[in-house]
């Protein structure tokens, strides 16, 4: 991973913007819907956007900037780049941000478009919903990985984030009795190292598992499908099993 993607809290904060013309006038539109304010060279910022086409101008402003222990992009230089502005695709309060770490803006726009037609315009209001329904939800299912599990299971078919959803459909998940999920131990034997040989359903287990069993020979690629906070075990499963779902990885042959 190249980079550490974040979402900056903007609003009522000021961004340097440097340049003129087209490119410029992009990321003023960009600040502007992050609601952050627009001001000069001297303006105190921790951020700045330089957007000018001569080389050595542009070169030389970063180099000012970057003095002042200001985090810079250079619209077209990676190489000069602090950070990198993604493509967007804004489902309010849902973003999904494409970066390719500046390599190709082209590729990213792409991406974009192929995901914008994939999201559905109630995806916005399900996520309110949800924000909305935390104390309905923390009171159902008192314990963490409970509510972990329960909302695992209604996104992947109740409220299936990719489906419209109407208004009503947290109240009525919140109403209706508990799904089966999936606990125990499951075996994934891999047939290969590329983790894009995954199954579905073993990509969505690794991504929902507790506990994850695993020899050292699987490889990083693999193991990076695993949920960021699932407990790691570079052994076999013992008896009693820790609570939830438990994988087991058996390597290639």
Known sequence: ?????????????????????????????????AGAIVVGEDGEAALAI?????????????????????????????????????????RDPVLVAIGTGGASAGLAKVLRQRIEALL??????????????????????VEPDQRRRAIDAALENTLDPLREQDRDAVARWLAAPDAIVETGLVTIALRSDDPDDLSLREARLLGQADTVFHAEAIPPAILARVRADAARM?????????PGLSILLIAAA
């Open 50 to 90: 330089v957007a000018i086409d001569d080389e050595a101008s542009a070169v030389a402003a970063v180099e000012r900037l970057k003095a002042r222990g200001i985090l810079v992009n250079a619209v077209d230089r990676p190489a000069l780049c602090d950070f990198t502005l993604p493509a967007i695709v804004d």
């Open 120 to 141: 559905p315009a109630s995806l916005g209001a399900l996520a309110v919903a949800l924000d909305g329904a935390r104390a309905a939800i923390r009171a159902r299912w």
């Open 234 to 242: 570079a052994a076999s499963p013992s008896e009693p099993l820790p």
């Open 1 to 33: 991973m190249h980079s550490l993607p974040i979402f900056l809290r903007l609003e009522g904060r000021p961004v340097i913007l440097l340049g003129e013309g087209a490119a410029r006038d992009a990321k003023a539109r960009l600040i502007a819907r």
